[in-house]
């Protein structure tokens, strides 16, 4: 189960383009418990799989379990599909979600 976690933990850092300073900030760990989740030398207890979850928008199973896919990738593929037409309506949508988090904060 390491190497799954360590990998999956790593892999969706990069794509979101973060510093392992900035995942351990954000969640409150240290910057070297970071990179030993991520190398696969030390496994995070539960509290801190949750917070990695929820920073990564992930469900916990999907850094645990194998055979859990990737959450991310139907919405990518699904993407695809769409038409020029829904797409920038697409766009418009994420702009007004985007607003309204500014407005909240």
Do not use: W
């Not at 760990?29 to 030398?41: L, N």
């Not at 539960?46 to 990737?70: N, Q, S, W």
């Amino acid at each position: 189960m390491s190497a799954l976690l360590a990998g999956r933990l790593s892999a969706l850092r990069m794509q979101r383009g973060f510093s392992q300073r900035q995942i351990a900030n954000h969640i409150g760990i240290s910057s070297q418990s970071c990179s030993h989740y991520e190398t696969g030398r030390r496994t995070p207890d539960i509290f801190t799989l949750h917070r990695l979850a929820r920073f990564y928008h992930v469900p916990m199973e999907y850094l645990l379990c194998p055979e859990k896919a990737d959450p991310s990738q139907p919405l990518a593929s699904s993407i695809r599909t769409l038409s020029k037409s829904d797409l920038s309506h697409l766009n418009v949508y994420l702009a007004y979600l985007a607003y309204k988090r500014r407005k909240k904060s």
